[in-house]
C-alpha cells in the first residue's frame, strides 16, 4: 500500500502543485516542498522492507503491473527522492523571477514522480511505462529555456526514444516468450534461456541504458542538455537520471540475467562485460579531456558527468564484492557531489546575470565564501580525495582494477583522474581565485534558501567521506539480494580481511599534517597581496580585463589535446540524420501532383495484386 | 424500439432537414449525431450478447433481402463514428461561418450517413452504395473553401476515388457472376464451402483491395490524401482522417477476412502496411512547412500501421488493429481540430508560424501535444497502449518476416518522435518570431491570449480526456475491441449467425 | 471467331473500361479525363448486366404460363445498375461544377499545370 501511496503522492502532488500555482505562487512552492518532503519521509519508512504488490492488471495483455520494494529500489529512490527536494528547495529562489513557473515545478515533481516509478517497479512494462514518462517529460524540461536548450531537447529525446524503443523490443519479447513481465519470473526463465537469446535481450536492453548513461559513443545529447537545462534541473538530471543506465544495467545483468550466464557470455577474451569495460574506459579518459578544454562551467560539469559514469560501469561490469561496492557507491557519490557542482554554478549563474564563460569570472572567493567552500568540497569529491566521499569509491574501484589484473583500465580510470585534478582546478580557479572583476566588485553571497541545499550537500560529501559505513551498509545490502558477495564494512571503512581502509585513520593523519603545514606557513614570510592595477606597463594605460590571467588555462595542453577530441560520433549521428532527411525529401517526391501518375499507381497496383496472386 | 436502423436512419433523415432551417442548420448535426451516440451506447450491452440482425426490404430472410448486421465491431465503429461525427459538429458551430453552411451541414451529416452504413451493412453492394454516399460527399466537402487548393485537391481526389469504386463495382460483379448472391455471408459461405480456388476469385480480391484501398489510403494508392487532408476546412480533414479512411480499411479488412479468408495473403497485406507505414512517416518528416500537410502523411503512416497490424492475421493482431484504429480516430482528430483554429489565428498553415503559440493558445497547445504524444505512443496515453498491443502481436506471431516488419515500425515510431516533437517544440519552446505575423484575423493584440472559442474549445479537450482515460484505463474500451476482435476472427460463427437465425 | 461472339459484351464492356482507363491516364485536359471515368462507369454498367444477361432469355416476369424460369434473365443486376447510373451521374455532375469552379481559378483544365499541390 505505501508504495501505491508514494506514486500517488509523487503523481498527485505534481498535478496538485500545477493547480496551486494557478491560484497563488506562494501556495504552489509550499505545496512543491510538501510533496517532495513528504515523498523523502515516505520513501525512508520503506528502508529495510521487501514488498511486492500488484497494484494494476491489463486484461487485454493478460498481465499484471507489480511495484515492489528492494534494497535495490530504495537505494535509487532514496537517492531520486533527497536530490528531487534539494532541487525543489534551490528552485524556490533560483527560478523566482522566471516565467512558467507553475510549468516548471509541475514538470520537475513529474519527472521526480516518474523516475521514483521506474525504480519501484516490479515488473518490466512498468518499468519502462515509467520510463517513457519520465524520458518525455524530461525532455520538456530541458528545453523550458528556449533558445539553444530547443535543439539539447530534441537531441535528448530523439536519442531517448531510440534507446527506449530498444528496450521495448525487449520486453514485447520477453513477453511474448514467457507470457509474463514480472522480473523475478523473467529472471527464473532466463536461467534457462539459450545464450544467443540471452546476448540479443542484453545487447538491445543496454543499449538505451548506454544512451541514458551517456557512455561513449552515445553520449552526444548529455553535454548539451545539461548545459542547456535551468541549474536545479542540471543536477537532477545528472546526479540521478542519467544513472537510470545504471540502474538497469544492473537490473538487466544482475537482478534478471544472473552472475552465471554472464560469466558464460564470452568468444575467446572478448565478453559482454569486457566490451563494457572498454566502452568505461574510452568513455573515462575522452569525456575528462573534453571537459579540460570546455570554458563553460556547466559544460565542464556535464562532461565530468560523462567521464563518471565511465567510473560506475568499471566497478559494477566487476561483480567482485569491491568493484560493485565502488561502483554502486560511486553512483551515490557522484549524485552529491555533482548535484552540489552544479547548485555552485547555478549560484554563480543566479547572482552574475547568467555568465557560464568561466573565463569572464575569477576572484569570487571573497565576494561568496560558503559557495567557494561548497565548490571546493565538491571538486575535492569529484577528483577522489581523502576525507570526500569520492575517494572511497574510487579506492574501491582501482583497487578492483588492480587486483583483478586490468593494467589498461586502471591505467585509464588514472588518466581519467588526471584529467579530472586538471579541470577541476581549473574550474575552481576560475571561477573563485585570481583576480574579481571589476563589474562583480559588488557581487553578494548566494540566497540563503540556495544555501541551504549546498551546505547540506556539503556535509553530506565529508560525511560520506569520513564514515563511509552508513551508505556502504545499504549497498552491500543490494549485493547480497542478488546473491552477489558483499564487502565487509566497518562504520569507518573496510575491515582489515577485505583491504583495509579505515577513514579515522586518515583523518587523523590528515588533520596532523595539516596541523604540520599550517605551522610552517605560520613561519614562512608572509604573502602581500599587490593590486594589478599597479603593475608597470611602459607608461601606457592597460584596460583592466587584459589583466585577468584565467583566460586560456592550460593553453599548450588545450593544444595538444584538442585535435583529438574531435567528435566524430557527434558528426556521424549528425551525417546520419541529415541523410535521413534528405531520403525522407526524396520519398515525399512520390507525390508528384499530377494526377495521371496517381490513376497510373492505381492501375499499377492493381496488376501487381493480381500478378501476386496467380503466382504465389 | 433500439434498432440499429436509426443509426443510419437518423443522420439521413436530418441531413436533409438542415437545408430547410437555413439558420439553424448548423445545431442539426450535433442533434443527430447526440442522438446517435447514445443509441449506439445503449445498444452496445445488447450486441456484447449477441449481434443484431435487421431485415430491410421485404423481411425475406437472408440472402435474399438487404441486412444490416450490428456486430461488436459494426458496433464499435458506428460509436467512433458517432462520437467522432458529435464532437466535430459541435467544433464546426463555430468554425464553418463562411459560404454555403446549410449545405456544409447536409454533406456532413451524408458523410456520416455513410460511414456508419458501411460498418453496419451486411450486404456488399450496399456496402459499395454506402461507399458511393460516403464518397461524393466527401468530395464535395474537400471542396467546401471554394479556395483553389480545395478545389484542385477535390477534383484529384474525385478522379481517383472513381477509378477506385469503379474497380469494387468490377469486384462485385465478378463474385456476383460466380454465386449469384451480395449477401456477404452467403459469399463468405459459398467461397469456404467450395473451396474454391478459380482465378477469378483472386482477382475480384485484387479488385476490392485496389477499391477499398484508395479509400484506405494504403500506398501508392493514397495520393488524394494528403492534398484532400491539407486544403479542406480543418473539421472536415478530421473526419476524412479520423473516420472516412478507417471505413477504407474497415472494408478491406472485412474483404479479406470474412469474405475469403485469405490466409495466405496476409503476409501481403502485412507488407504493404510496412510500406504505406514507412513512406507515410517519412514523408511526414520531410514535409516541413505546411503542418495540415505533414498531419495528413502522418495519417498515411497509421493507416499503414493498422493494416499491418490486421495482415498479422492473429486475434492479436486484429486486437491491436482495432484499438489502434479507436486511438488513432481520437488522436488525429483531435489533431486537426486543433491545429484548425490556430492555423486560423496565425493565418498560416506553415509550421514556423506556431512558433510561441504555446503561450497565446495555451489549451489547444496542451491538447494538440497529447495528441502527437498518443501518437507517437508514449504512456501514459492511448496511443502505447495499442502501439504495445501490434508489437507484441507481431512478435508473438513468431515469424521472421514479421519481426523484421516489427522493427521496422519501431524505425517509424522514431520517425514519429522527430516530427511531432518539432511541432512541439515550436509550441512551447520557441518565442514567436514577429508578433504582427502571429496575428492577422480579429485583430488580437499581440500579447493577449487568443484562445479558440468555448464551443471549439469543448470538444478537443473531450477528445483529449478521452485519450488519457483510454491510455491510463484501457479497460473503457478493450472489452468491446476484444469481442469485435473475435468476430472479426470468426467467420463461421459469422455465416450462422446471418444465414442460420431462421 | 466462336470465341469472340460468345464473349462479345464482355470484350465490349471491358473496351470500354480500358479505354477510359487510356484516357484518364494520358489525357491531360480535365473535361477529357472527366469522360474517361464516365466511360469507365459505363463500362462497369454494361459488365454488370452482361453477368445476369442469358442469351435469348426472358424477362423475369411470369407474364404468361409456361414460362421456364432457367431462361429468365437475372433482374438483381439491372437493379443494381439503375443505382450505380444514378451514382455515375451524381459523380458526373459534381466533376463537371469542380471543373467549372476550378477554370475560374486556374484559368486553365490542363491538369499539368494545375499542379500547385503536390509533395
Known amino acids: 500500500m505505501i508504495l501505491i501511496t508514494i506514486l500517488l503522492i509523487a503523481f498527485g502532488g505534481a498535478f496538485v502543485t500545477y493547480l496551486a500555482g494557478k491560484i497563488s505562487g506562494k501556495l504552489r512552492n509550499i505545496l512543491a516542498v510538501l510533496v517532495s518532503l513528504a515523498l523523502v519521509v515516505l520513501i525512508s519508512l520503506i528502508y529495510r522492507r521487501e514488498i511486492s504488490r500488484e497494484y494494476y492488471t491489463l486484461p487485454f495483455l493478460n498481465l499484471k503491473l507489480i511495484l515492489m520494494s528492494n534494497p535495490l529500489s530504495w537505494f535509487f529512490a532514496i537517492i531520486i527522492a533527497g536530490i528531487g527536494l534539494l532541487s525543489i528547495l534551490y528552485s524556490l529562489e533560483y527560478m523566482k523571477d522566471k516565467e512558467r513557473l507553475d510549468y516548471y515545478y509541475f514538470t520537475l515533481l513529474f519527472i521526480n514522480a516518474s523516475m521514483l516509478g521506474t525504480v519501484i517497479s516490479g515488473d518490466l512494462l512498468s518499468f519502462f511505462i515509467f520510463w517513457e514518462i519520465m524520458s518525455w517529460s524530461t525532455y520538456l524540461l530541458i528545453s523550458y529555456k528556449g533558445g539553444k536548450a530547443i535543439a539539447a531537447g530534441l537531441k535528448y529525446i530523439i536519442m531517448s526514444i531510440i534507446g527506449s524503443l530498444a528496450m521495448l523490443l525487449v520486453i514485447i519479447s520477453l513477453y511474448s516468450r514467457y507470457g509474463t513481465m514480472e522480473i523475478s519470473a523473467i529472471a527464473s526463465y532466463m536461467q534457462t534461456a539459450s545464450i544467443g537469446y540471452t546476448l540479443f535481450i542484453l545487447i538491445t536492453s543496454s543499449l538505451s541504458f548506454v544512451i541514458i548513461n551517456a557512455f561513449w559513443p552515445l553520449h552526444t545529447w548529455l553535454p548539451d542538455a545539461h548545459a542547456e537545462a535551468v541549474s536545479p534541473f542540471s543536477s537532477v538530471l545528472s546526479a540521478v537520471l542519467v544513472r537510470k543506465g545504471i540502474y538497469g544495467l544492473y537490473l538487466f545483468m544482475y537482478v534478471i540475467l544472473g552472475l552465471n550466464i554472464l560469466n558464460k557470455l564470452h568468444v575467446g577474451f572478448i565478453s559482454f562485460s569486457s566490451v563494457l569495460c572498454g566502452i568505461g574506459a574510452v568513455t573515462i579518459v575522452f569525456a575528462a579531456f573534453t571537459a579540460l578544454v570546455q570554458e563553460d562551467s556547466k559544460r565542464i560539469l556535464a562532461w565530468s558527468t560523462v567521464g563518471q559514469g565511465g567510473y560506475m560501469l568499471l566497478g559494477i561490469v566487476f561483480a567482485t564484492a569491491s568493484g560493485m561496492t565502488g561502483g554502486m557507491f560511486h553512483v551515490l557519490n557522484h549524485c552529491i557531489y555533482i548535484a552540489l557542482l552544479f547548485f555552485v554554478a547555478g549560484a554563480i549563474e543566479h547572482r552574475t546575470g547568467g555568465i557560464r564563460n568561466i573565463n569572464e569570472l575569477g576572484g569570487l572567493i571573497k565576494r561568496m565564501p560558503v559557495t567557494f567552500i561548497a565548490a571546493?568540497?565538491?571538486?575535492?569529491?569529484?577528483?577522489?580525495?581523502?576525507?570526500?566521499?569520492?575517494?572511497?569509491?574510487?579506492?574501491?574501484?582501482?583497487?578492483?582494477?588492480?587486483?583483478?589484473?586490468?593494467?589498461?583500465?586502471?591505467?585509464?580510470?588514472?588518466?581519467?583522474?588526471?584529467?579530472?585534478?586538471?579541470?577541476?582546478?581549473?574550474?575552481?580557479?576560475?571561477?573563485?581565485?585570481?583576480?574579481?572583476?571589476?563589474?562583480?566588485?559588488?557581487?553578494?553571497?548566494?540566497?540563503?534558501?540556495?544555501?541551504?541545499?549546498?551546505?547540506?550537500?556539503?556535509?553530506?560529501?565529508?560525511?560520506?567521506g569520513v564514515l563511509p559505513g552508513i551508505p556502504l551498509r545499504v549497498i552491500s545490502a543490494i549485493q547480497r539480494q542478488v546473491a552477489l558477495p558483499p564487502l565487509q564494512t566497518t562504520l569507518f571503512g573496510i575491515p582489515k580481511e577485505a583491504g583495509e581502509l579505515n577513514m579515522i585513520n586518515v583523518l587523523f593523519a590528515i588533520l596532523i599534517s595539516c596541523f604540520i603545514v599550517w605551522l610552517l606557513f605560520r613561519r614562512a614570510a608572509k604573502s602581500v597581496p599587490v593590486q594589478q592595477d599597479d603593475s608597470y606597463a611602459a607608461g601606457s594605460y592597460v584596460p583592466k580585463e587584459k589583466y585577468h590571467y584565467t583566460v586560456n588555462f592550460y593553453n599548450p595542453l588545450s593544444k595538444m589535446i584538442t585535435p583529438y577530441l574531435r567528435d566524430v560520433a557527434s558528426l556521424f549521428y549528425l551525417n546520419i540524420a541529415r541523410g535521413t532527411q534528405r531520403v525522407c525529401n526524396i520519398i515525399r517526391r512520390v507525390y508528384v501532383g499530377e494526377v495521371g501518375y496517381y490513376a497510373m499507381y492505381i492501375v499499377l497496383f492493381l496488376a501487381f495484386l493480381i500478378f501476386i496472386q496467380m503466382f504465389f | 424500439m433500439l434498432s440499429p436502423v436509426l443509426l443510419i436512419a437518423i443522420p439521413l433523415g436530418f441531413s436533409f432537414l438542415a437545408p430547410l432551417l437555413k439558420k439553424g442548420a448548423k445545431?442539426?448535426?450535433?442533434?443527430?449525431?447526440?442522438?446517435?451516440?447514445?443509441?449506439?451506447?445503449?445498444?452496445?450491452?445488447?450486441?456484447?450478447?449477441?449481434?443484431?440482425?435487421?431485415?430491410?426490404?421485404?423481411?425475406?430472410?437472408?440472402?435474399?433481402?438487404?441486412?444490416?448486421?450490428?456486430?461488436?465491431?459494426?458496433?464499435?465503429?458506428?460509436?467512433?463514428?458517432?462520437?467522432?461525427?458529435?464532437?466535430?459538429?459541435?467544433?464546426?458551430?463555430?468554425?464553418i461561418k463562411e459560404g454555403a453552411t446549410e449545405k456544409y451541414h447536409t454533406l456532413y451529416l451524408l458523410l456520416l450517413t455513410g460511414a456508419t452504413g458501411i460498418v453496419l451493412t451486411g450486404d456488399i453492394f450496399n456496402?459499395?452504395?454506402?461507399?458511393?454516399?460516403?464518397?461524393?460527399?466527401?468530395?464535395?466537402?474537400?471542396?467546401?473553401?471554394?479556395?483553389?487548393?480545395?478545389?484542385?485537391?477535390?477534383?484529384?481526389?474525385?478522379?481517383?476515388?472513381?477509378?477506385?469504386?469503379?474497380?469494387?463495382?468490377?469486384?462485385?460483379?465478378?463474385?456476383?457472376g460466380l454465386f449469384g448472391?451480395?449477401?456477404?455471408?452467403?459469399?463468405?459461405?459459398?467461397?469456404?464451402?467450395?473451396?474454391?480456388?478459380?482465378?477469378?476469385?483472386?482477382?475480384?480480391?485484387?479488385?476490392?483491395?485496389?477499391?477499398?484501398?484508395?479509400?484506405?489510403?494504403?500506398?501508392?494508392?493514397?495520393?488524394?490524401?494528403?492534398?484532400?487532408?491539407?486544403?479542406?476546412?480543418?473539421?472536415?480533414?478530421?473526419?476524412?482522417?479520423?473516420?472516412?479512411?478507417?471505413?477504407?480499411?474497415?472494408?478491406?479488412?472485412?474483404?479479406?477476412?470474412?469474405?475469403?479468408?485469405?490466409?495466405?495473403?496476409?503476409?501481403?497485406?502485412?507488407?504493404?502496411?510496412?510500406?504505406?507505414?514507412?513512406?507515410?512517416?517519412?514523408?511526414?518528416?520531410?514535409?516541413?512547412?505546411?503542418?495540415?500537410?505533414?498531419?495528413?502523411?502522418?495519417?498515411?503512416?497509421?493507416?499503414?500501421?493498422?493494416?499491418?497490424?490486421?495482415?498479422?492475421?492473429?486475434?492479436?493482431?486484429?486486437?491491436?488493429?482495432?484499438?489502434?484504429l479507436v486511438n488513432h480516430a481520437l488522436a488525429k482528430s483531435l489533431l486537426f481540430l486543433a491545429s484548425g483554429y490556430m492555423i486560423y489565428r496565425v493565418g498560416s498553415k506553415e509550421l514556423s508560424a506556431f512558433e510561441g503559440l504555446g503561450k497565446k493558445m495555451p489549451l489547444s497547445s496542451l491538447v494538440f501535444t497529447i495528441g502527437a504524444f498518443s501518437l507517437i505512443g508514449l504512456p501514459p496515453f492511448a496511443g502505447f497502449m495499442s502501439k504495445i498491443s501490434i508489437i507484441s502481436a507481431g512478435i508473438k506471431a513468431n515469424n521472421t518476416a514479421l519481426f523484421v516488419f516489427v522493427i521496422i515500425v519501431l524505425f517509424a515510431t522514431i520517425i514519429e518522435g522527430c516530427y511531432f516533437f518539432r511541432v512541439v517544440q515550436n509550441l512551447y519552446f520557441k518565442?514567436?518570431?514577429?508578433?504582427?505575423?502571429?496575428?492577422?484575423?480579429?485583430?488580437?493584440?499581440?500579447?493577449?491570449?487568443?484562445?479558440?472559442?468555448?464551443?471549439?474549445?469543448i470538444p478537443i479537450i473531450i477528445l483529449a480526456l478521452l485519450i488519457v482515460a483510454i491510455g491510463i484505463y484501457p479497460r473503457l474500451v478493450t472489452g468491446i475491441i476484444e469481442s469485435a476482435a473475435i468476430g472479426l476472427m470468426d467467420k463461421v460463427g459469422y455465416i450462422h449467425q446471418i444465414l442460420g437465425i431462421f | 471467331m466462336n470465341f469472340l461472339s460468345n464473349n462479345i459484351y464482355y470484350i465490349g464492356c471491358f473496351g470500354l473500361i480500358f479505354i477510359g482507363l487510356y484516357i484518364v491516364l494520358t489525357k491531360k485536359n480535365l473535361i477529357k479525363v472527366i469522360i474517361g471515368i464516365n466511360f469507365i462507369d459505363t463500362g462497369v454498367n454494361l459488365f454488370l448486366i452482361t453477368i445476369g444477361y442469358i442469351r435469348g432469355g426472358t424477362a423475369p416476369i411470369f407474364s404468361r404460363p409456361g414460362l421456364n424460369p432457367e431462361r429468365m434473365v437475372d433482374p438483381i443486376p439491372q437493379a443494381l445498375v439503375l443505382t450505380t447510373i444514378v451514382i455515375g451521374v451524381s459523380v458526373l455532375a459534381l466533376a463537371l461544377s469542380l471543373a467549372i469552379r476550378l477554370y475560374h481559378h486556374y484559368g486553365t483544365l490542363n491538369l499539368r499545370k494545375i499542379r500547385e499541390l503536390k509533395w
Request: hydrophobic residues 50%; proline residues 5%; contains cysteine.
Open chain 2, 181 to 324: 448472391t451480395l449477401n456477404m455471408a452467403d459469399i463468405a459461405n459459398n467461397i469456404s464451402y467450395h473451396s474454391l480456388q478459380s482465378p477469378t476469385l483472386y482477382v475480384a480480391l485484387a479488385f476490392f483491395i485496389t477499391g477499398f484501398g484508395v479509400e484506405g489510403a494504403i500506398f501508392p494508392l493514397n495520393a488524394w490524401l494528403p492534398d484532400a487532408h491539407s486544403s479542406a476546412p480543418s473539421t472536415i480533414s478530421a473526419i476524412l482522417s479520423g473516420i472516412a479512411i478507417k471505413t477504407g480499411v474497415y472494408a478491406i479488412a472485412r474483404v479479406t477476412y470474412t469474405l475469403f479468408s485469405a490466409k495466405g495473403f496476409m503476409i501481403f497485406i502485412a507488407t504493404i502496411g510496412i510500406i504505406t507505414l514507412l513512406i507515410g512517416e517519412m514523408s511526414a518528416l520531410g514535409q516541413k512547412k505546411d503542418i495540415k500537410r505533414m498531419l495528413a502523411y502522418s495519417s498515411i503512416g497509421q493507416i499503414g500501421l493498422i493494416i499491418f497490424a490486421f495482415g498479422i492475421a492473429t486475434y492479436y493482431g486484429i486486437f491491436g488493429a482495432l484499438f489502434q
Open chain 1, 376 to 464: 571546493l568540497v565538491g571538486i575535492s569529491g569529484l577528483i577522489g580525495i581523502p576525507l570526500t566521499n569520492g575517494f572511497v569509491s574510487k579506492w574501491l574501484i582501482y583497487k578492483t582494477l588492480i587486483l583483478g589484473n586490468h593494467p589498461f583500465l586502471a591505467f585509464a580510470a588514472f588518466v581519467g583522474t588526471w584529467g579530472t585534478v586538471l579541470y577541476g582546478y581549473k574550474f575552481i580557479h576560475n571561477i573563485f581565485l585570481g583576480q574579481l572583476p571589476e563589474k562583480y566588485k559588488h557581487i553578494k553571497e548566494a540566497p540563503l534558501l540556495m544555501q541551504l541545499p549546498m551546505i547540506l550537500l556539503t556535509v553530506t560529501v565529508i560525511l560520506f
Open chain 2, 27 to 95: 445545431y442539426i448535426p450535433p442533434i443527430a449525431m447526440l442522438f446517435n451516440l447514445i443509441l449506439s451506447i445503449l445498444l452496445v450491452p445488447q450486441v456484447m450478447r449477441k449481434p443484431i440482425i435487421v431485415l430491410l426490404g421485404g423481411g425475406w430472410p437472408p440472402p435474399f433481402c438487404i441486412n444490416l448486421v450490428a456486430s461488436p465491431l459494426g458496433i464499435l465503429l458506428a460509436l467512433l463514428i458517432s462520437l467522432v461525427g458529435f464532437l466535430v459538429s459541435i467544433y464546426a458551430i463555430a468554425y
Open chain 2, 431 to 457: 518565442k514567436s518570431r514577429d508578433p504582427a505575423h502571429n496575428c492577422v484575423r480579429d485583430g488580437c493584440p499581440t500579447t493577449q491570449k487568443s484562445e479558440m472559442p468555448i464551443s471549439a474549445l
Open chain 2, 127 to 176: 456496402l459499395f452504395v454506402f461507399f458511393e454516399i460516403l464518397c461524393i460527399s466527401s468530395y464535395a466537402l474537400v471542396a467546401y473553401n471554394g479556395d483553389k487548393h480545395g478545389l484542385e485537391s477535390a477534383v484529384k481526389y474525385l478522379i481517383q476515388g472513381s477509378i477506385g469504386s469503379s474497380f469494387i463495382l468490377i469486384g462485385i460483379a465478378l463474385l456476383y
